[in-house]
């Protein structure tokens, strides 16, 4: 499949528009995806990877857009979805004249996407995208941005979980509760300190030993486990999977003892059908777009001008989110998942809709 040639895939997906950006000398290849600007322009990040096909780029960039539509709309963000994919490898490919070139390419849009970190890129990146367009975020603080979204990524997944808390045991606190945190990176750090903080005694596991070792040293009541597989098995009435995706597969929800599924990874369930597996156990599952949105909150902002404290007060309303996402779960009778998506699509159908009142 050629550039172009592949543009069907996107026809029968339902997005705006899909563009193909190609600098030959600088050796940019990169696929622009905007899912929908009902709600405002496009943002998402910039995915830098060495696909193995064109159609695979095409491919990622088309569901991480819708994805990010649905995120940013429950986020409550006036943002639409989109996303970037830039093909090749980060530790080889990626140079100033590359990134200037994918900066100029987004600029061409006129505002229809912003861009931001995502898996390859990082903040310094996005400041030398900037130096060709205004419309990037995820910024170095020097450079007027948001720093490290993984602060209220990890405050949000909390608000989320306590949200969860509330609408199982009564309580919207983790204080007497067990919790499994997998992955202590960035965010499972922070996530850990609030945990410790309302009350609840954690679990962790992490396959790095520096950052089992930042645990020993700074909450040594955390106990530890080998990995995720002994962690699943274990007591435990929450568990947070804050590693990779496809945390929650055929072989671990059968034997998972926790009440309660909230963490920040991304795309946590391994394949359709596994929401529905979680229900019939009666495990209670936050989709994990609505509970790791702290992020995306948090680099929107800059668009703003950041604020740190308005950001926050946003990500605090996961709470509320979240508690509307479960109410109507047990209403309409479908998984947490399903009913997270009907109200993604209501919001974007509802307020992309005044968009008709005409305007001078
Ligand atoms: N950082 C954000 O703002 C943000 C926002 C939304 C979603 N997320 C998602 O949350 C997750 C965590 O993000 P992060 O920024 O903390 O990443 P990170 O890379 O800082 O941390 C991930 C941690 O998981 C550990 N890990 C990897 N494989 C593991 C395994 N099999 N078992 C146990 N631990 C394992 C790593 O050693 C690392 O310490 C990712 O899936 C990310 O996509 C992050």
């Known amino acids: ?30 696929i622009i995806g905007i899912y929908s600007t009902a709600l405002g322009p496009a943002l998402g990040g910039t995915r830098f990877y060495p696909y193995a096909s064109e159609a695979e780029a095409l491919h990622d960039v088309l569901e991480l857009s819708r994805g990010m539509a649905y995120k940013n709309a429950l986020a409550g963000l006036d943002l639409g979805g989109g996303k970037a994919v830039i093909w090749g490898d980060p530790e080889k490919d990626k140079s100033e004249s590359l990134l200037r070139a994918y900066g ?34 995820g910024r170095s603080v020097e450079h007027g941005g948001a720093g490290d979204s993984s602060v209220l990524t990890a405050w949000g997944v909390f608000q989320g979980m306590r949200a969860a808390a509330e609408h199982i045991w009564g309580s919207p606190t983790l204080a007497g ?57 274990a007591d435990i009435d929450v568990y947070a999977p804050c590693a990779l995706g496809g945390a929650l597969d055929d072989d671990t929800v059968p034997v998972l003892r926790a009440k309660i599924v909230t963490g920040a990874a991304n795309n946590q369930l391994a394949h359709p059908g596994i929401e529905k597996q979680l229900a019939d156990r009666g495990i209670l599952y936050t989709p994990d777009y609505v509970v790791n ?23 605090t309303r996961i709470y509320d989110t979240t508690r509307e996402i479960l109410q109507l779960a047990e209403a309409e009778g479908v998984p947490p998942a399903v009913a997270a998506d009907r109200l993604a699509e209501r919001r974007m159908a509802e307020i992309g809709r ?7």
């Not at 550039?3 to 000398?25: N, P």
């Not at 005044?354 to 001078?360: D, E, G, S, Y």
Request: proline share 1%; glycine share 10%; hydrophobic share 40%.
């Open 104 to 137: 100029r390419f987004v600029q061409s849009l006129g505002g229809r996407y912003y861009t931001a970190c995502d898996v390859g890129t990082y903040v310094a990146d996005m400041d030398v995208v900037a130096r060709e367009t205004n419309f990037v975020t």
């Open 177 to 233: 509760r067990r919790v499994g945190v997998a992955g202590l990176g960035k965010v499972g750090k922070h996530l850990t300190a609030h945990l410790i903080e309302d009350g609840a005694s954690v679990v962790a596991t992490d396959v790095s030993e520096r950052a089992v070792q930042w645990v020993r040293a700074n909450y040594p009541q955390v106990d530890l486990v080998d990995d995720a597989a002994a962690m699943v098995a």
């Open 354 to 360: 005044l968009r008709t009142i005409h305007l001078r």
């Open 1 to 30: 499949m050629g550039v172009f040639a592949s543009t069907e895939e996107s026809d029968s997906t339902g997005h705006e528009q899909v563009v193909f950006c190609q600098d030959k000398q600088s050796g940019l290849k990169a």
């Open 293 to 315: 949105a702290g992020g995306v909150i948090q680099v929107a902002d800059e668009i703003e001008g950041f604020n740190f404290e308005r950001a926050k007060l946003r990500a």
